[in-house]
């Protein structure tokens, strides 16, 4: 099925909902367009990876052998109907041509979960309609959390890439969240299901919630994307991670630029065989293994993480490990839990540039529990052990001055194997203290201390 049935219901509508490009957005990717534009369209770009591999090698995608164009209104009106007909004319085995100097509108939620050896190419600007009401019904319920996506995208060896816009109408939804924390806000690049592809060279801007949520896929790169979208109200634009990653095996992250409101990636249960590179993060909460331990009678599994050259800036965190205490606790009305199980092993952060950075490094398994001494009464299960923070460099902010990093495990009998070496991070007076609880402090390099400032 192609359409949701109350979607496919609204095409048919004879009023449709306008769309009302973001104005920044908008004039950012004009400014890039081409003074005669032409149906030519580039080659798919090669996706390298460096310096470091996926630990599982990635398989490049055949030459493709037929060209469909994206017809568009170009004038504000719903597009989805032009984007499917050209989509399935050139499944298995063609181009679809979002074309440059053209502005498309979706205002239908898609499902695209049957791609089949096919090829994205996105010169265009897309924008998903301000319709609130719609795509609350509407929008794609995923499994975890209460994430829901504009569309899925999923199949087999599809590259999505072309240097275009995808923007998704943010700021109606951060002013609507501001009123009410329960409602839905869609995730804007929902890759769900996708098994061999790329995804690259693309701009997203102003999601309502996350950039980009990639669930129950394997073998995914993502590369050269830039991110960006801040609020223009008083209502901050909230839970806008970059990447976050959910049952998902070998995705690589790299060559980007994040300017965001929340992590810039996110490892969340059952995400394996990640690879994380070169990436300049401004705003986030870091690049984070979880949260973990949510939900009570699940096992969440993080193994086999590197992350490896990142630049961090004006963020909560740089490197962090988050796992939910041993039982139920509210980090907001929104998100709670608390008393899950599972483990994190095998995690390598190396070579992170840090400024005005809270923490350089947090671990902490009393997420959503601001009370420790509750958080200590009822400790996480869930094992961290191999973990290895090498090679930080910079400077934190003055929020936990002297501090600089907080590595505080829920009881020493789950923690192991935690190391921290070569870290050369100041706060702003110089000083460099961590706060360092139930592991091992032979294996860490830093200047442990019992003065314990509270984590994010």
Known sequence: MLFKTSAFLLGLQATVSLASPSWPSLQEWKKHQPSHPSNHFPHRPNVHCHPHSPRKPHHPSPPRHKTCYVKSHDDGRDDSKYILEAIEKCNHGGNVVFKEDTQYTIGTALDLTFLQNIDLIIQGYIQFTNDTDYWQANSFPQIFQNVTTFFQLGGSDVNVYGGGTIDGNGQVWYDLYAKDIYILRPVLFGTIGLHGGSISNLNLRYSPQYYNFIANSSDVIFSD?????????????????????????????????????DDC?????????????????????????????????????????????????????????????????????????????????????????????????????????????????????????????????????????????????SSPDVCSDIKATNIDVKSPTGTDGFTCQNLDESALSVNCTTLNLGSN
């Open 225 to 261: 994307i830039t991110i960006a979208g801040a609020s223009t109200s008083s209502n901050v634009a909230k839970n806008t991670d970059g990447w976050d990653t959910y049952r998902s095996d070998s995705i690589t992250i790299q060559n980007s630029v994040i300017n965001n409101g």
């Open 265 to 409: 990636v996110s490892f969340k249960p059952n995400s394996t065989n990640i690879l994380v590179q070169n990436l300049n993060c401004n705003g986030s909460h870091g690049i984070s293994v979880g949260s973990l331990g949510q939900y009570v009678g699940e096992t969440d599994i993080v193994e086999n993480v590197y992350v490896y050259n990142i630049t961090m800036s004006n963020a909560s965190d740089g490197a962090r490990i988050k796992v939910w205490p041993g039982s139920a606790s509210a980090l907001s009305g929104d998100l709670q839990g608390g008393g899950g199980t599972g483990s994190v092993k095998n995690v390598t952060y190396n070579t992170f540039s840090v400024a005005n950075t809270d923490y350089a490094i947090e671990l902490t398994q009393c997420y959503g529990q601001k009370n420790l001494t509750a958080c200590n009464e009822f400790p996480s299960s869930l094992t961290i052990s191999d973990v290895l923070f090498e090679n930080f460099s910079g400077t934190t902010s003055k929020k936990y001055n002297p501090n600089v990093g907080y590595l505080v495990c």
